[in-house]
Nanobody, 115 residues
């Protein structure tokens, strides 16, 4: 079992930036994929970004070029740097760690982009 704790959410103006963090309770193995997903009211949860221990990344089309995912394996932490934020980015953001054998989620952190 893995506990994931997200932090860094908040209210930001359009065009602003925010950095989310997700800390895992145990060592994240090389087979583990860490990522961020988001869910806005009335919408399905969607992929934001994922990253492997080797550094490969995958981004959702709506955030590509604006968001950057990274991980610090020594700290068992994954980050999401969000730049050029838009109102459409408003959602609850969830950290995820998964492999072929398990799939864990954090409690979520709220991001609101508004003037």
């Amino acid at each position: 079992q893995v506990q994931l704790v997200e932090s860094g959410g908040g209210l930001v103006q359009p065009g602003g930036s925010l950095r989310l963090s997700c800390a895992a309770s145990r060592t994240i193995f090389s087979i583990d994929v860490m990522g961020w997903y988001r869910q806005a009211p009335g919408k399905q949860r969607e992929l934001v970004a994922t990253t492997t221990s080797g550094g490969s990344t995958n981004y959702g089309d709506s955030v590509k070029g604006r968001f950057t995912i990274s991980r610090d394996n020594a700290k068992n932490t994954v980050y999401l740097q969000m730049n050029s934020l838009k109102p459409e980015d408003t959602a609850d953001y969830y950290c995820n760690v998964h492999s072929s054998n398990y799939n864990y989620w954090g409690q979520g952190t709220q991001v609101t982009v508004s003037s």
